[in-house]
T-cell receptor
Framework: DGGITQSPKYLFRKEGQNVTLSCEQN?????MYWYRQDPGQGLRLIYY???????QKGDIAEGYSVSREKKESFPLTVTSAQKNPTAFYLC???????????FGPGTRLLVL | AQTVTQSQPEMSVQEAETVTLSCTYD???????LFWYKQPPSRQMILVIR??????QNATENRFSVNFQKAAKSFSLKISDSQLGDTAMYFC?????????FGAGTRLTVKP
């Protein structure tokens, strides 16, 4: 099946620990995105990448890092510098030249 | 910066009836795209409908249609013949040059 997968579904982080959220797509989409969703709010852009080995900061990039070594993969690392990481994280992708973004199922990150 | 406003935090509708969700946005751009996404309890973001700003004709997708008023910067979603499966959060989104902005969402409950 073609689609976007995110793993794990739930992730727990201890104080001071870095964690990495996985996002993989087999849709051959060029662009990929990471969003954060807090309760009762819309999505906010963390990072996006339009091509391999290139990515841009979104509105709330502080405390996060990404890489785009392969077209199909766009992992997000939540670093210890992110003071309030508890949230729902959504990955999305879009084909070249198209504006519609398609979303993965999300990862719920909780801080212990 | 572009902003998206959804003024109805919660709405309810009886099954088989029609409901309209409101969305307004603020931009100085002339070329952009507008979207409605649905987020059911599973939290998967699902595209409902999209509209290109350069098209005057309102988009329709089966029971879903929009009323796009470019001068008023308004983009409402009409759901006809509401079904129990339409119960979800609905997010309005604005896209220009890879910058996607989401509203805070409207929680829609369809009652039997």
């Amino acid at each position: 099946d073609g689609g976007i997968t995110q793993s794990p579904k739930y992730l727990f982080r201890k104080e001071g620990q870095n964690v990495t959220l996985s996002c993989e797509q087999n849709l051959n989409h060029d662009a990929m995105y990471w969003y954060r969703q807090d309760p009762g709010q819309g999505l906010r852009l963390i990072y996006y990448s339009q091509i391999v080995n290139d990515f841009q900061k979104g509105d709330i990039a502080e405390g996060y890092s990404v890489s785009r070594e392969k077209k199909e993969s766009f992992p997000l690392t939540v670093t210890s510098a992110q003071k309030n990481p508890t949230a729902f994280y959504l990955c999305a992708s879009s084909p070249r030249g198209q504006e519609t973004q398609y979303f993965g199922p999300g990862t719920r990150l909780l801080v212990l | 910066a572009q902003t998206v406003t959804q003024s109805q935090p919660e709405m309810s509708v009886q099954e088989a009836e029609t409901v309209t969700l409101s969305c307004t946005y603020d931009t100085s751009e002339s070329n952009y795209y507008l979207f409605w996404y649905k987020q059911p309890p599973s939290r998967q973001m699902i595209l409902v409908i999209r509209q290109e700003a350069y098209k005057q004709q309102n988009a329709t997708e089966n029971r879903f249609s929009v009323n796009f008023q470019k001068a008023a910067k308004s983009f409402s979603l009409k759901i006809s013949d509401s079904q129990l499966g339409d119960t979800a959060m609905y997010f309005c989104a604005f896209m220009n040059n890879n910058d996607m902005r989401f509203g805070a969402g409207t929680r829609l409950t369809v009652k039997p």
